[in-house]
């Protein structure tokens, strides 16, 4: 088989592998959630993990689930695909996933901080 065939062949596979595996809409909004649940316990302080445990369990993540829904969007373009969080009229990309892999970048930190600090200005 020549160079250019063999060439073709891998670059198709790996086309079909990256197709398959890219993970769901689901899986960006879990991961979402999971690091929101995380930035809130950081947010708080130490003295006040037991109470932020205990409102997650009693509320059943309700808040964190809603703003998920509100406010996160997941774009799939099939090779990969990117998480997006939409905040005072504004997208900023905070993530993305491909290979059964979601990567959230630093600025869902910044973000977090920022949602956090307008929810306590009020």
Not at 2 to 15: G, L, P
Not at 33 to 44: F, P, R, S
Not at 71 to 98: C, D, M, P
Request: charged share 25%; aromatic share 10%; glycine share 6%.
């Amino acid at each position: 088989m020549s160079k250019t065939r063999i060439f073709a062949i891998c670059v198709i596979a790996f086309i079909l592998i990256a197709v398959f595996t890219n993970p769901s809409s689901q899986e960006h909004h879990d991961a979402v959630k999971a690091k929101v649940t995380e930035l809130l316990k950081q947010q708080t302080g130490d003295a006040d993990k037991d109470l932020v445990d205990f409102g997650m369990h009693l509320f059943g993540n309700t808040l964190v689930q809603q703003f998920i829904e509100q406010h996160v969007k997941v774009e799939n373009y099939y090779l990969f695909s990117v998480t997006k969080i939409s905040w005072q009229r504004k997208e900023t990309v905070i993530g993305g996933g491909a290979f059964k892999t979601i990567f959230l970048s630093p600025k869902i930190d910044e973000k977090a901080a920022e949602i956090v600090q307008m929810i306590k200005e009020g």
